[in-house]
């Protein structure tokens, strides 16, 4: 019996470890089907499923392996993320030596390669146009657009019998002085609902920032729709380009005799100054609070804005379409150990923000080491470094001509990634203390440039209505 048993076990292993040496095929198929057998034997089901599905996770993570296709992410998160400083088109083309294959090759797969990324842009594209909250016609409801806030509201009569383009009251005292029916009215009215609760002074004159570049007709159009707007009592004009000027009289001619604001006043840099030059035209500004916009949209909900802005007139008001709107929200940043408490949201569309801050954000670059391509580009900056949460309205904009954007020469997110991972790294350096004194980002003391505590009404509480608003007085 013994010896029956380890028979049995060697005809089970033999056939594992044997070497064929010249036999029939008859021999060959015999001992395949007794090795199968054993094989099966000596596996489960269980072990067998395992290595089917392990097989074909590895199938699949080889086909989507990110650096072998374009994708979304990679266009997003630019060329540089797993390959260095290589592009695509460089990491396509080059052989093990590290040179071209050839040139033909070369131009062959750089071609393929830009094919497909525009195919990739148009898609977008046309994802965007498909969206019914992200484009309004400029030409069905900009004609019809006006403003609900009377113009006797921001122009004095005293100031108004002496005439001339920017005659408007520069002070908030002398708006106390408006006409009588419609400033009366508007302050009664809205005190009653919550928005004005003080004199009519609060409702202050604003100074419009427009930054242009290669889009002349976009400027125009832009200057024509705040017009419609009495609180633009001054539009300041930065036009980036050296090689266009601009002039007031023959580009911004008044399309009326009677309206004397808002004043129009143009400087032509001798530079690109790109995004600072926002911020050191708001320096200039008449009155304490500028609005800032490019020349690439029209901003149709201005109204809301400023309504926005009277009732929180320290705070940063900006606009975007409400895709970009929720993206943004997710780029908040908290920490209440360090006293953080920001979020980014971009400036190009339309923002309202107080004098005061734009004069603190040229101190915290002051009392950086930021070079000088990343001082141009401040809007990247601006509203992280307020350290407070922007109020975000979410609405449709009509877009004018982008064809010249900055987004469309460059690889942009990977750019904005990039500045606000800086931004927020100088940041919360500055707030905690480290890196003060060697190899401080900052300045000794830059603490005092940032806030320190969150402005009210606070983030969970803005879009709520207060007790004392629902209570009639």
């Known amino acids: 019996m013994p010896g029956q048993l380890q028979q049995q076990q060697q005809s089970e292993i033999l056939p594992l470890h044997v070497k064929p040496g010249t036999s029939t095929i008859a021999q060959w198929k015999a001992q395949a089907q007794c090795f199968l057998r054993t094989l099966l034997k ?15 996770a590895l199938y699949l993570l080889s086909r989507s392996y990110p650096g072998d296709r374009i994708g979304h992410g990679a266009g997003r998160l630019g060329n540089r993320n797993y390959h260095g400083d290589r592009t695509s088109k460089e990491r396509v083309v080059m052989n093990k030596n590290g040179g071209f294959k050839s040139k033909a090759a070369g131009a062959a797969v750089a071609l393929s390669v830009d094919k497909l990324r525009e195919r990739e842009r148009m898609l977008m594209l046309m994802e965007w146009d498909q969206r019914s909250n992200y484009r309004i016609d400029l030409a069905d409801v900009g004609p019809s657009r006006a ?15 002496n005439g001339g383009p920017g005659s408007s009251s520069s002070s908030p005292s002398s708006l106390s002085s408006s006409s009588s029916s419609s400033s009366s009215l508007l302050s009664s009215s809205s005190g009653a609902s919550g928005i004005n609760t003080g004199p009519a002074s609060k409702y202050v004159p604003i100074t419009a920032v427009i930054l242009s570049w290669k889009r002349k007709e976009g400027v125009k159009a832009v200057v024509a729709h705040l017009r419609k707007y009495p609180f633009i009592q001054e539009i300041l004009i930065w036009n980036n380009n050296p090689d266009v000027v601009l002039s007031t009289t023959h580009d911004f001619p008044s399309n009326t005799t009677t309206q004397t604001w808002p004043s129009i006043s143009v400087f032509n840099s001798v530079a690109n100054l790109h995004d600072f030059s926002k911020y050191s035209t708001c320096t200039l500004a008449k009155y304490d609070h500028c609005y800032i916009q490019d020349d690439d ?9 400023y309504s926005l802005m009277v009732d929180n007139p320290s705070s940063l008001i900006t606009s975007t379409i409400p895709a970009m709107a929720a993206q943004q929200r997710s780029w908040t940043f908290q920490n209440p150990q360090l006293g953080l408490h920001t979020g980014f949201s971009w400036l190009g569309a339309g923002s309202f923000m107080p004098k005061k801050a734009v004069f603190k954000f040229l101190m915290q670059l002051g009392g950086s080491n930021l070079w000088k391509e990343r001082v141009q580009l401040g809007d990247l900056f601006f509203a992280l470094w307020r350290n407070q949460y922007p109020i975000v309205l979410s609405h449709a904009l009509a877009p004018l001509d982008q064809s010249s954007s900055w987004s469309g020469r460059i690889d942009q997110w990977s750019v904005v990634y990039e500045h606000m991972t800086d931004a927020m790294f100088r940041l919360t350096t500055v707030l905690s203390g480290t890196g003060v004194v060697h190899g401080s980002p900052h300045r000794v003391g830059a603490k005092s440039d940032f806030f320190a505590d969150e402005e009210l009404p606070a983030f969970k509480d803005r879009h709520t209505r207060y007790k004392r608003r629902l209570t009639k007085e």
């Open 42 to 56: 000596r596996t489960s089901s269980s072990r067998t499923l395992l290595v089917i599905v392990s097989f074909l």
């Open 147 to 161: 403003s609900s806030f009377p113009a006797s509201l921001f122009v004095s009569p005293k100031s108004n019998s």
């Open 297 to 305: 949209w029209i901003n149709l909900s201005l109204d809301s804005m």
